[in-house]
Every structure is written in structure tokens, then in C-alpha cells.
């Protein structure tokens, strides 16, 4: 059965950066595709950050782009996810995903089949 587990969220004053950090167990991850979602109070959930270990390919989703980066640790199985710069708008629970569907759209997240138990971020103005 796979398992994620999310750690490394936190409180952190506006501009400063948190790392996030997702465990996978029971998922090959350097053959496969991972991704981390967010969700603030009453609003969707929506896509951060994809990353395919294949190719090392990384794409990134709105206000994601220019500020975050992924990486990999192919060796742990984990999926890290650098946040700089942060703002209070990225306040959120952060989730990890994997074992997306093939041929699907990696934002949406009733693509993903795995999901972790998500940690909080809270970016204080």
C-alpha cells in the first residue's frame, strides 16, 4: 500500500522560505510522477508543483512559478519542495500526490490516485 508522508511545514514570516519534504513508501519514485497541491480555507484544491523522476522534469502552476522548486531524492524516495519568497496568499495545507493517470491533466486532482496527510504553511504579514 503506499503511504505519503508530508513534513516541514510551519509558520514563517512573510518573505522568508519553509522546505517541504514528501516520504514515499511502497511507490518507485524514480520511475514515476509526483506532484504537491495546496488548499487554503474555502477554496479548491489546487496544483503547485509536478515533478516526472523519469526525465527529472518539473512543472510548476501559478503563483508557484519563480518562487518554488522541486527536487529529488531518489535514495530516500522523497520529493522536496523549496518555497521562497513566500507571501501570506500562500497560507495552505500542502498535500503531496503520485500514480497519476496516465494521459490526464497533472493540476487537476482527481488525477492522482496517493495522497499524503498534508502539512500546514502559514506565511504571517
Known amino acids: 500500500q503506499v503511504q505519503l508522508v508530508e513534513s516541514g511545514g510551519g509558520t514563517v514570516q512573510a518573505g522568508g522560505s519553509l522546505r517541504l519534504s514528501c516520504a514515499a513508501s511502497?511507490?518507485?519514485?524514480?520511475?514515476?510522477?509526483m506532484a504537491w497541491f495546496r488548499q487554503a480555507p474555502g477554496k479548491e484544491r489546487e496544483g503547485v508543483a509536478f515533478?516526472?523522476?523519469?526525465?527529472?522534469?518539473?512543472f510548476y502552476n501559478g503563483a508557484a512559478k519563480g518562487r518554488f522548486r522541486v527536487s529529488q531524492d531518489n535514495a530516500a524516495n522523497t520529493l522536496n519542495l523549496q518555497m521562497n519568497n513566500l507571501t501570506a496568499e500562500d497560507t495552505a495545507m500542502y498535500y503531496c500526490?503520485?500514480?497519476?493517470?496516465?494521459?490526464?491533466?497533472?493540476?487537476?486532482?482527481?488525477?492522482?490516485?496517493?495522497w499524503g496527510q498534508g502539512t500546514q504553511v502559514t506565511v504571517a504579514s
Open positions: 500526490a503520485a500514480g497519476l493517470l496516465s494521459g490526464r491533466d497533472w493540476r487537476r486532482p482527481s488525477t492522482w490516485t496517493y
Open positions: 515533478f516526472y523522476f523519469g526525465h527529472g522534469n518539473a
Open positions: 511502497s511507490y518507485t519514485v524514480n520511475r514515476n510522477s
